[in-house]
C-alpha cells in the first residue's frame, strides 16, 4: 500500500483501517487539523528544532516510555529542550 503523499485526513482513515493504533509524526498541526478520537488513533508529536535525525534520536527514550500508557485519541507532544 502506498502512503507517501496522502493527506492527514486520508493517512488517518487508512490508518484505521488496517488496525494501526499509534501515529508518530512531527507535524505540530495535526491536532488542529483532524479529528484524532474519530480516528481512533494515538498520536505522538516529536518536537525538535530540526526532523533531522541528530535531532530526533534524543526523543526516542521519551517516546518509548509514552507508548507504554497512550490511549486511541490522545496527542502527546515530545520535546527535548
Request: hydrophobic content about 45%; overall charge negative.
Amino acid at each position: 500500500m502506498g502512503w507517501s503523499g496522502k493527506k492527514n485526513g486520508e493517512l488517518l482513515q487508512l490508518m484505521g483501517q488496517e488496525s494501526f493504533t499509534i501515529l508518530l509524526t512531527t507535524d505540530q498541526n495535526l491536532r488542529y487539523q483532524q479529528n484524532l478520537q474519530q480516528a481512533g488513533v494515538a498520536v505522538v508529536v516529536l518536537v525538535a528544532p530540526s526532523n533531522c535525525l541528530p535531532d530526533l534520536l534524543p526523543l526516542i527514550p521519551s517516546v518509548r516510555s509514552v507508548l507504554a500508557t497512550i490511549t486511541p485519541g490522545v496527542v502527546v507532544e515530545i520535546r527535548d529542550f
